[in-house]
């Protein structure tokens, strides 16, 4: 009797931009990782514009329902929330069970603003995952049973160096956009520039069109700082731990996050962090 196991098709649902942006999510991760060991997987979307980003989730989920047996969806606040509740509305319409992943930092207020839709996607879904003990805990009030499965980092892939004495050489690793708060670090590197004028800081990440970048630059030069500021842009994932490598303190100075991955890959290459205090990350310092 054979008894192998067929590994059922799956669709991914979330934001598959690094070909476009060079910002890394952990769904592409999950989708290289399940593709490895055999898994038939479909992914949407690639693309950038955001109307078109949820057509293209909605038809995928609706129009290839006859190639996948099961369906993961990444949840965000705002208005990404609602291409999560157009997708789930195609997966049932398709009789297609689903799992949620619940990832946008900002849910929990989000939840207390719309406790009606946020309870309804959550309930709708035949499981729904945390990857953070904040969410876990702040999303309770919407459906008890959660399960927590906390975002993966493959260590092997980070060169650990102990920072005995830290140099005041800083990394910045997200994309450019408000939620971010990338001026905050420019501001960082102007007061750290009083003590140690030597003070070099590199804020890697894509921009993503929301005039963020050209914040920067503006406080840069209004600031003084210009000249220790390095804008790289958006890196391949692979390029990482090189760019961690450069620096010894990394800042964190998002106004709204979950339990980012760029605070654990810091952690991971031994930089020293400093962040503001939101969402996760106390869980994740502790």
């Known amino acids: 009797m054979n008894t192998s196991y067929v590994k059922p098709p799956v669709l991914l649902v ?114 729904v995952v945390t990857p953070s003990r904040y969410l876990h805990e702040q999303m309770q009030p919407y459906r008890e049973d959660l399960c927590l499965l906390p975002n993966p980092l493959d260590l092997s892939a980070y060169r650990f160096r102990l920072r005995e004495r830290a140099r005041p050489r800083l990394v910045w690793l997200r994309a450019l956009h408000e939620i971010y708060n990338p001026v905050m670090a420019v501001k960082v590197l102007s007061l750290v520039s009083k003590d140690f004028p030597e003070v070099r800081l590199n804020m890697v990440g894509p921009d993503k069109k929301d005039g963020s970048l050209q914040a920067v630059q503006k406080a840069a030069a209004d600031l003084g700082v210009k000249k220790q500021l390095s804008l790289p842009g958006g890196v391949p994932k692979s390029e990482v731990p090189a760019w961690m490598d450069k620096g010894d303190i990394f800042i964190n100075t998002t106004n709204i996050d979950n339990t980012p991955v760029s605070v654990m890959e810091a952690m991971a290459c031994g930089l020293c962090v400093v962040s503001t205090n939101v969402g996760g990350i106390p869980y994740l310092l502790e």
Not at 60 to 83: L, M, N, P
């Open 14 to 127: 979330g934001n598959f931009l690094q070909s476009q942006l060079r910002a890394f999510g952990v769904c592409e991760e999950l989708a290289s990782r399940l593709s490895e060991s055999g898994w038939p997987i479909l992914t949407t979307s690639t693309r950038t514009n955001k109307l078109l980003r949820m057509s293209d989730m909605v038809n995928t989920a609706w129009r290839r329902r006859g190639e996948y047996a099961i369906a993961q969806v990444d949840v965000y606040s705002g208005a990404a929330f609602v291409w999560a509740e157009a997708v789930c509305l195609a997966l049932r319409k398709a009789g297609k069970p689903y799992a949620l992943t619940l990832r946008g930092g900002n849910l929990p207020a989000f939840g207390k603003r719309w406790p009606g839709r946020v309870r309804r996607l959550l309930k709708s879904a035949n499981i």
